[in-house]
């Protein structure tokens, strides 16, 4: 895939992510959706474009972001600690992986961990998105 086919990538799931968000802010299914997520433990793995919009739709969510994990040489982001790739990492519930470019390296970077608990933007997205289906056939 070209690097100008990733970043439009990139932007459009960016941008899917704000939509939510708006969606959201104006929906009484917020109360719902942050029952339902609110004992999660998370972190993001990806401080791109899509990271960045996932780390305002968990904090609306009242998710728990632990920390974030990146190649980049930083050790804090968003006042999150930063962890790369290679190092030990805390225990969440799950791990969010927000780019969408570089999904089948990181699921593989953590699957040779023995790391599984793990998510895609795009799962995500689908979770978000399918969320008031569910809330229709509850038991």
Request: hydrophobic share 40%; proline share 2%; glycine share 2%.
């Amino acid at each position: 895939m070209k690097n100008e086919d990733k970043y439009n990538q990139e932007v459009m799931v960016s941008n899917l992510f704000y939509e939510i968000i708006m969606i959201l802010s104006n929906n009484c299914m917020v109360s719902e959706l942050k029952q339902q997520k609110l004992k999660r433990r998370i972190a993001l793995y990806g401080i791109g474009r899509v990271g960045e919009v996932l780390i305002k739709l968990c904090t609306m969510l009242e998710m728990d972001i632990v920390y974030v994990i990146d190649k980049k040489d930083i050790d804090i982001w968003n006042e999150l600690k930063v962890f790369h790739p290679g190092d030990e990492l805390p225990d969440v519930d799950v791990i969010i992986i927000s780019s969408v470019a570089y999904t089948d390296e990181m699921c593989k970077s953590l699957s040779e961990r023995r790391i599984d608990t793990y998510i895609t933007a795009s799962d995500f997205l689908t979770e978000i998105i399918n969320f008031p289906l569910r809330m229709n056939f509850k038991d």
